[in-house]
Each structure stands twice: as C-alpha cells, then as structure tokens.
DNA sequence: CCCTGATTCGC
DNA sequence: GCGAATCAGG
C-alpha cells in the first residue's frame, strides 16, 4: 500500500466514522490488517477492542486443581433405580453383571414409588442385605436429614481467586 | 465457523 | 514503515 496523504485521509475519514478495520479495508481495496496496522502507527483512537491483553499475567496456568470436595449434588450414587450400580469409590467389588432390577432381591426393601422415604442405598446392591434407608426424608428431598447431610455438600466458597 | 481489533515480527 | 500472521474475545 502506498500511503499516500490522500490514503491516509481517507482511512482517517472512515476510521472517525466507525467502520471496522475490515469494512475499511475493503472500502480501500486493502486488507483490515493494513488497516489496523496503518491506525496503529497512525496512533488513531483506537475503539473497543473485543479482547484484553493487558490483564493479569498468568505464567501459572491454574491447571483447574481438582477439588476433592463435590458441587451440590448427592455425593453418592444413586437413589433407586440407577442403571449401573455404581459401587462406593471405597471398595470397588466385582462389577455385578446383573440386571439392576435383580439387584434388589427383597420387594419389601424397595421403597414403593411414591412412597416418601429415605432412599439412601445401605449395603452393597445385589446382595441380599441391601436395601435404602426408609426413614423419613426431609422436605422435598429424596433423603432423611441424616443422609441429606452426606448427599449434599456445599461448594467450597473459593473466592480465593477474586484477588 | 464467522466476526472483531491488537500485537508481533520478518521484511 | 509495512502488513501477514497470529492472537484472543464475541
């Protein structure tokens, strides 16, 4: 491009009329980064930029350290008819191969749908000791009060990062 | 993917 | 000085 008085005018005139650097380009047979680099040097105003460089730097690029606290859902598989019996991260027995609904042995373990009781999971799923807890559940939670404690944590407030 | 503007860097 | 390449956010 040659930057001619008359060229820099121009990119003047439709600089202060809020083209972007791309419709400017076009209008000048150039390209945008002619543009922004012609209005850089130019030290034209320059107007909202859609990105930040000048913020924190970050050498340390926080690799999202896993918390070992769990968000606000049930800390704890499964109320009632989850498809895996995914088993407690404490002892992982031998995967049951069999079908969930054969897991629960004991029709009177079940809690009946729509029956409001605990349905915290005791024992191990598919033996014949399991069964949920029963207990009355609190208040438009599928768990007593005891086990809503377990199956809810609070996220740990970090706002350590808010600097 | 498209758009945006800013910065970098070899020319 | 120039601007393509690249970056980075929407």
Same mark, same amino acid.
């Given at each position: 491009?040659?930057? %001619? ?5 121009r990119?003047?005139?439709?600089w ?5 650097t791309?419709?400017?380009? +076009? ?8 543009v ?8 034209l ?11 924190? #730097? ?5 690799? +999202? ?23 407690? *991260? ?13 897991a629960?042995?004991? #029709? ?5 749908l ?7 999971p005791?024992?191990?799923?598919? %033996?014949s000791a399991?069964?949920?807890c ?8 599928p ?11 609070? *996220?740990?407030?970090?706002r350590?990062?808010?600097?």
């Open positions: 491009m040659d930057w %001619t008085a008359e060229a820099i005018e990119l003047k005139a439709l202060a009329e809020g083209h972007s791309a419709e400017i380009g +076009r209008r000048m047979g150039i390209s945008k980064n002619a922004v680099g012609k209005a850089h040097r130019l030290n105003p320059a107007r909202p930029s859609p990105i930040r460089r000048d913020a924190q #730097p970050r050498p340390a690029p926080v690799p +999202r350290a896993p918390r070992p606290v769990a968000p606000a859902r049930a800390a704890v598989p499964p109320p009632m008819l989850r498809a895996a019996p995914a088993v407690a *991260p404490a002892a992982p027995p031998p995967a049951p191969a069999a079908p969930v609904l054969r629960f042995p004991a #029709p009177a373990a079940r809690p009946r729509g029956s409001r009781t605990c349905c915290w005791i024992g191990e799923p598919g %033996t399991f069964r949920f029963g207990a009355e559940p609190m208040a438009g939670k768990y007593c009060a005891e086990h809503a404690a377990l199956a809810y944590v609070k *996220p740990r407030d970090r350590e990062d808010a600097a």
